[in-house]
Structures are given as structure tokens and as C-alpha cells.
């Protein structure tokens, strides 16, 4: 959870140093994001199906076929990684100009995206490393990479955003360097780390061995469906940034803004499931199917308080929050709006995570595949077009849509996840 933390702390100071040149700059590099994550996605869904076959591994004590699935991933993600970053390079003007339809800023956006697709191979390699570290237990190695990318990021955005020490000023492509340099040392850091500290898995083979016909077969269901879940669930997300894109780039700063508040809500969520992917997963290894339905129901309460406690934090502390970003006080007083939006959101957001993720630890990887396509691929961009092109609600179309469609999810998951949960007990009577 402090690992997802940092990582939104650190994208909130990278919003923060590049503002300082101006709404037009924050706006450029929002709208990077969505096509950046639809590509990371593959990498997360590699990443979550690594977490589950080695975490299922261990609660059988077999570390053999937990090397055998970590090698076999971490050879697709090399390859694959190296393949779409150059071809996202090379065709970073055609995306970018679909992803985002501000002229003033579109050019700004390509050399962002351009050069964060350079060195894609480096993020890549570390989402799955960190993945199969968090599903052997060994979170605070994983903490540590995260800890080094973001100082290096903030080290040499500060160099280079603005110019210290002698370094030229490369506004927007300054901070795609730093970026870019913050995800290779983050990707060295935990190759050493791995290799140094983690007694259940090993590097050492990876090109080398060989993977059977079982293994690729079942790499191929569980990593297919996460990654058709997340591709589907990012390229909803991208029809709605671009639905934002239509707006002003003033409007859509202070949009940007606010989603760094559900950014932090989702870094508490994405702690929370990274412990029920490991712990349900080592339980259904080692059949302990009533200790797994317990981990679930603990996480879920831990969710419900921390999504209290932070809704509130977000309320009384709003003005302050966009104080930093905005001098204007219309822009402060948009945010402040917004934040009301943000806190119901957040709730929302932290259980649905809990419940997907108690489905895959649990190994029912369809059901999450289903409920994204429906909620995010369809009802979220369709809402989002219906309220913002039809009604002319401008951004509080989009937040309207947000919240409809997140309400759908939370309710979809928990009914699926609940589901998942007493046939897993079924399984302990027989």
C-alpha cells in the first residue's frame, strides 16, 4: 500500500514541478496517460498472473513450478515490451493526435508519449519482477524499487523541467526524462533485489529453460482474460479522456487535478489487492478455502475504514490541495466541487478492487473480464458522451458518468465475488 502511495505521490510532485509552466503543459501530459496505461495494462495482467501462480506455488511449497510460471512471463513481457515500445514510438503522432484533439497542446503530448515508449521495456520488466515478489510475500523489496524510481524521477525533473545546476530547460521533455529515467533504475533496483534477497525465486534460467504445453496453456487463460479486462477497461477510459478532451485545456487541467485525489484512492485499493491476491492465492494453494474467505472479508473492512478516512481527508482538505496547482480562485472553486464527486468515488472504488481481485486470487478470472466490458467499455463512454456532447454538462458530465458507472462495478463485483466465495467453501465440506 505505501509502494502505490508513493508511486501517486510521486506523479502528484511530477503535476506539481511541470505547472509551473502553465495549464497548457499539466493538460499535454493527461492526456499520455490513458494510451500509456492501455499498453501497461498488458504488463499489470502479466504482472497479476505471475502474482497468482506463484503465490498458489509457495502454498504448495513447490519452487520449481513457481520459476517455471515466473521465467515463462518474464520471457513474454521482454519481447513483448521491446515489439510495442518501438512501434508506439514510431507512431506516437497518429495516437497521440487521436488521444488528444487540443492543437496547443497536442505537440507537447507526442514528445512525452514518445519518449516514455523508449524505454516501455524497463517498465514492463519491473511490473512483473515487483508482481511475483509481492505473491512470494517479499513486499519491502518491492517498496524499495518503487522508493528509487521515484527519487530518481524527481531528481532529474528537477534538473531538467526548469534547468538547475547547468542542465538546459526542457519543460514538457524534461519530464518524460525523468520518467523514463526513474523507471530504469526502478527496473535495475529490482533485478538486484531479486536476486540478492528472494530464496523462492531465481533469475537464473530465464532465457534458458523451457516452458510446456500446461504451462503456456494455462499463462494463456489466466494472463489472456486479465489482459482482454484491462485492455477493455483502459480503452473505456480512453474514450472518456478523449470525450475530456474536447473541452478546454483550463477545464481539463483542473480535471487532472482532481483525478489525482481517486489516483491515491486507487493506491490504497491496489495495496489492499496485492495482499488478497497473495493470501487467497497461497490459501487455495495450500486448500485453506475458510482462511481465504476470512483474508477477503478482513480486507474489505480495512477498505471500508480507510475509504472513510480518506473521503473525509479529501473534503476537508480540498482547498488547500488545489491551492497548489491553481492561483485563480475559479479554478480552486471547480476543484473543491469536484472533491465531493472524488470522496464517494473513493469508497466505491477501494471495495470493487478488494472484490476483483478476491475472484482472481480465487481463480475465476471471466467474471472481472464481463463486469469491465460491461461498466467501462460501455456504460462509462456511452454516459459520458450522452451527458457531455447531448446535454452539454461539460466535466460534471463526466463525473456523473463516473460515478454511475463505478456504482455498477461495486455492485456487479461484490455479487460475483460473494458468489466465488461460498463455492470455495463448497470445496472445503467436500
Not at 507537447?108 to 515508449?117: A, E, K, P, V, Y
Not at 531528481?155 to 521533455?173: A, C, D, R, S, T
Not at 497473495?278 to 485453506?288: D, I, K, P
Amino acid at each position: 500500500m505505501i509502494e502505490s502511495i508513493i508511486s501517486v505521490i510521486v506523479t502528484s510532485i511530477d503535476i506539481r514541478m511541470i505547472s509551473v509552466l502553465g495549464k497548457g503543459p499539466v493538460s499535454a501530459v493527461s492526456f499520455t496517460s490513458q494510451p500509456k496505461l492501455i499498453i501497461l495494462s498488458i504488463f499489470y495482467a502479466m504482472g497479476t498472473a505471475v502474482s497468482v501462480f506463484v503465490a498458489q506455488a509457495m502454498g504448495r511449497n513447490d519452487k520449481e513450478e513457481a520459476n517455471t510460471y515466473f521465467h515463462a512471463i518474464l520471457r513474454i513481457t521482454v519481447l513483448l515490451s521491446l515489439a510495442l515500445g518501438i512501434l508506439a514510438a514510431v507512431l506516437a503522432g497518429p495516437i497521440m493526435s487521436v488521444c488528444n484533439r487540443q492543437p496547443d497542446t497536442v505537440g507537447m503530448s507526442i514528445s512525452f508519449f514518445r519518449i516514455i515508449m523508449i524505454f516501455l521495456v524497463f517498465n514492463a520488466v519491473s511490473i512483473v519482477l515487483n508482481a511475483a515478489l509481492r505473491g512470494v510475500g517479499k513486499t519491502g523489496l518491492t517498496l524499495v524499487s518503487s522508493i528509487s524510481m521515484g527519487a530518481v524521477d524527481i531528481f532529474v525533473n528537477y534538473l531538467l523541467i526548469e534547468g538547475h545546476w547547468g542542465f538546459p530547460k526542457l519543460g514538457v521533455v524534461g519530464d518524460a526524462l525523468g520518467t523514463a529515467c526513474g523507471m530504469a533504475a526502478s527496473c535495475v533496483i529490482s533485478i538486484i533485489l531479486l536476486s540478492r534477497h528472494s530464496d523462492f525465486l531465481t533469475l537464473k534460467g530465464v532465457f534458458t529453460s523451457k516452458s510446456n504445453a500446461e504451462v503456456t496453456k494455462n499463462i494463456r487463460v489466466k494472463a489472456g482474460n486479465t489482459v482482454v479486462e484491462n485492455l477493455f477497461t483502459r480503452i473505456g477510459f480512453l474514450l472518456s479522456s478523449i470525450i475530456v478532451s474536447g473541452l478546454s485545456s483550463d477545464l481539463t487541467a483542473i480535471y487532472s487535478v482532481a483525478m489525482i485525489l481517486l489516483n491515491y484512492s486507487f493506491s490504497f485499493g491496489d495495496g489492499l489487492q496485492a495482499a488478497v491476491i497473495a493470501l487467497t492465492g497461497q490459501c487455495m494453494g495450500a486448500r485453506q478455502y475458510r482462511e481465504a474467505k476470512d483474508y477477503v472479508r478482513l480486507n474489505r473492512i480495512v477498505g471500508t475504514v480507510i475509504s472513510l478516512v480518506l473521503s473525509a481527508v479529501y473534503i476537508l482538505g480540498a482547498r488547500a490541495f488545489f491551492s497548489r496547482f491553481f492561483q485563480d480562485e475559479e479554478s480552486i472553486a471547480a476543484g473543491i466541487s469536484y472533491t465531493y464527486i472524488a470522496a464517494v468515488l473513493t469508497f466505491l472504488q477501494i471495495i470493487r478492487i478488494i472484490n476483483i481481485a478476491a475472484m482472481r486470487g480465487m481463480g475465476d478470472v471471466k467474471s472481472p473480464r464481463t463486469i469491465a466490458t460491461l461498466c467501462v467499455l460501455i456504460i462509462n463512454p456511452a454516459l459520458s458522451f450522452l451527458l457531455t456532447s447531448v446535454l452539454s454538462w461539460g466535466v460534471w458530465g463526466i463525473w456523473v458518468a463516473s460515478l454511475i458507472s463505478q456504482l455498477c462495478w461495486f455492485l456487479m463485483s461484490f455479487i460475483k465475488s460473494h458468489q466465488c466465495m461460498q463455492r470455495t467453501l463448497n470445496l472445503e465440506l467436500t
